[in-house]
């Protein structure tokens, strides 16, 4: 089982950009497809991104189309997601999770979370 943690998060003015990234201690990653979620105050988790193991191919939330990427360096056991152009919006946790199916449904192993505030 994957031990994903992710780090990245902060406090940003609206227009700024965070790179978040996700990595597994146990360096089993390059295993798995990941998916990144959020969870604003008040408000369920919902889909932001995933990318398959071997990163071929990605989808987004059409919320962060043309401002998020996803990507990963299998190598480094590390999955990134750059947000770019944020809005007060995208304020929420952030959240990796691991599973062996894309789309991602079922994830088998979540991080701890990372916070991101954007705010003027």
């Known amino acids: 089982q994957l031990q994903l943690v992710e780090s990245g998060g902060g406090l940003v003015q609206p227009g700024e950009s965070l790179r978040l990234s996700c990595v597994d201690s146990?360096?089993?990653?390059?295993?798995?497809?990941i998916g990144w979620f959020r969870q604003a105050p008040g408000k369920e988790r919902e889909f932001v991104a995933e990318?398959?193991?071997?990163?071929?191919?990605?989808d987004y939330a059409d919320s962060v189309k043309g401002r998020f990427t996803i990507s990963r360096d299998n190598a480094k056991n590390t999955v990134f997601l750059r947000m770019n152009s944020l809005k007060p919006e995208d304020t929420a946790v952030y959240y990796c999770?691991?599973?062996?199916?894309?789309?991602?449904?079922?994830?088998?192993?979540w991080g701890q979370g990372t916070q991101v505030t954007v705010s003027s």
């Open positions: 999770a691991a599973d062996r199916n894309y789309p991602i449904s079922r994830p088998e192993s």
């Open positions: 146990g360096s089993n990653i390059e295993m798995y497809d």
């Open positions: 990318i398959t193991w071997r990163g071929a191919r990605t």
